[in-house]
C-alpha cells in the first residue's frame, strides 16, 4: 500500500511503495527524458491516489479490449505496466494545454524570433509606428532600419549567451488555455511514440512472431490510435481500424500545436 504523508499545513502526499514503483516502471522509462522527469512517476502517483484522473475509461475496458491487448502481448510489453502508462499520458495530455503556461509569451528570444520571422528578409513594406500619450510620432524610414536592426542584434545577442529560448513564469502565469482535441491528440500519440522508443532501448519489446491466420496487428501506430479513441479524443470509428485518420492529422498540425508548460508536469 502506499504511503500517507500529512504535512503540518494540512497537505496529504501518497508516496508509492517498492511494488507500485514498479508497477509504474514504463511511467518511469517515459518521464526519463525530460528535465524534471524524475519528478513526474510521483506526481502521477500522487493524483491517481487522490482521484485526481478523471479519465473517461476505466482499466477494466482497457483490458478487455483485445485488439490492444494482443497486441501488446506481441510486443511483449506488461499489460499492467502499459495501463499505468495510458493513464499517465491521459493525465498528462490533459493538463498540458489548460491551466497551463503559454511558454513562447514568457519567452524574450522566442517572441522576439517569431517576429523577425513574420517580416521576413525584406522590410522595405514594413511600417511602425509610435504613440504617446495621443500623439502618434513620425517615425522616419532610416529611424524604421535603426529600429528593426537593433531587433536583429537583440535576438543574437540572446543566442549567444544561450538564453533565446529561455523563459520566465511564476506559479500565478498557468492561466492559458488551449483546449483543442486535436492538440491532445498530437501530444499523446507523441508521447507513446517516445515510450515505444525507451522500451526497445532497454530491450522490453520484442520483434512479434506472426502466426499463420492471426489478425493480430502490430502497427504501432494503428494502437496508439485505438488508445485515442480510447481517450474519447475522438468519435470517429475510423480510428480503430486504420492509422491514416491519426497520421492525417499528425500531419495537419504540425508545427501548429502551441508550446506550453503544465502546471502538473513541469
Known amino acids: 500500500m502506499s504511503t500517507r504523508i500529512e504535512y503540518e499545513d494540512g497537505v496529504v502526499y501518497f508516496d508509492p511503495e517498492p511494488s507500485e514503483m514498479e508497477q509504474m ?25 487522490k482521484g485526481a484522473i478523471a479519465a473517461p475509461f476505466h482499466k477494466e475496458r482497457f483490458l478487455g479490449d483485445v485488439d490492444i491487448t494482443a497486441t501488446l502481448e ?27 503556461v503559454d511558454i513562447k509569451s514568457h519567452s524574450h528570444g522566442l ?59 511564476s506559479a500565478g502565469d498557468f492561466k492559458d488555455s488551449f483546449p483543442v482535441s486535436s492538440y491532445k491528440m498530437c501530444f499523446a500519440a507523441e508521447r507513446f511514440q517516445e515510450l515505444f522508443a525507451a522500451l526497445e532501448r532497454c530491450g522490453r519489446m520484442v520483434t512479434p512472431k506472426r502466426r499463420k491466420g492471426s489478425i493480430v496487428s502490430y502497427n504501432r501506430m494503428l494502437l496508439v490510435s485505438r488508445i485515442i479513441y480510447l ?28 508550446q506550453t508548460l503544465s502546471a502538473i508536469y513541469d
Open 74 to 100: 506481441g510486443f511483449g510489453l506488461d499489460t499492467e505496466k502499459f495501463w499505468m502508462a495510458v493513464l499517465f499520458v491521459y493525465d498528462w495530455a490533459e493538463n498540458q494545454f489548460v491551466g497551463c
Open 111 to 169: 517572441l522576439l524570433q517569431d517576429l523577425l520571422a513574420k517580416l521576413g528578409d525584406d522590410t522595405s513594406d514594413v511600417t511602425i509606428r509610435i504613440r504617446k500619450g495621443r500623439r502618434n510620432l513620425e517615425v522616419s524610414p532610416m529611424i524604421r532600419q535603426d529600429i528593426l536592426d537593433a531587433l536583429h542584434v537583440k535576438s543574437e545577442a540572446l543566442k549567444r549567451k544561450g538564453i533565446d529560448r529561455f523563459y520566465v513564469y
Open 231 to 258: 481517450f474519447r479524443y475522438t468519435d470517429n470509428s475510423a480510428f480503430l481500424d486504420s492509422d491514416d485518420p491519426l497520421k492525417g492529422i499528425l500531419k495537419d498540425y504540425r508545427g501548429k500545436i502551441p
Open 25 to 49: 516502471e514504463y511511467v518511469c522509462l517515459l518521464s526519463d527524458g525530460y528535465e524534471n522527469g524524475d519528478c513526474y512517476p510521483y506526481r502521477f502517483f500522487d493524483r491517481l491516489c
